[in-house]
């Protein structure tokens, strides 16, 4: 199998083994069927657990990701059976590493939290850029605005680039 990014087989572009944090709403497209983003987000996951990339997700994203799924902020929520295996395998996944944040970054995220004036849900994100910190090159999510105050973390939304998988032999 192939992975194509915006035609081009990633082993060819600048994402081949990017160290990357998968913000939560990619793997919430990735179990959502019916959003339009589902096929992107799944094929990044794909190349996630083929080792394409060098993939991450927080502790965090894992809760937030039960959270939404289960939600009615979602066309079709899950039981939450079904919610607890796909979390579940991405605690299980040793394709896909995990983040966990220390004290230190909780202290930092209050601190930059503090210092940026957050309030309420969106200290997660201050959580989640502090825990990201050092860790990974990008933290990739389809809401780069609400990492762009943060300006020691580097965001790129994947959701951009058309995503495709072939089973295509790669010719020589």
């Not at 959270?67 to 299980?92: D, F, G, H, M």
């Not at 933290?139 to 790129?156: A, L, M, R, S, Y």
Request: charged share 25%.
């Amino acid at each position: 199998m192939r992975i194509l990014v915006n035609g081009v087989d990633i082993t060819e572009t600048e994402h081949y083994g990017k160290r990357v944090l998968l913000d939560t709403m990619i793997l919430c497209y990735a179990s959502d069927e019916l959003s339009p983003s589902n096929r992107g987000a799944a094929v990044i996951i794909k190349a996630a657990v083929l080792g394409f990339l060098e993939a991450y997700v927080s502790l965090q994203n894992i809760a937030e990701l039960y959270s939404v799924i289960t939600s009615r902020k979602v066309q079709n929520p899950l039981s939450p059976s079904r919610a607890a295996e796909i979390c579940t395998a991405y605690l299980k996944s040793t394709a896909i590493r995990k983040l966990q944040p220390t004290i230190e970054d909780y202290r930092e995220a209050v601190l930059e939290a503090e210092r940026i004036g957050l309030r309420g849900g969106d200290f997660f994100d201050a959580l989640l850029a502090c825990t990201a910190r050092g860790k990974v090159e990008f933290i990739w999510t389809e809401n780069i605005k609400d990492f762009k105050q943060f300006k020691f973390v580097e965001t790129e939304n994947p959701l951009e680039w058309l995503w495709e998988t072939t089973n295509d032999e790669i010719k020589d």
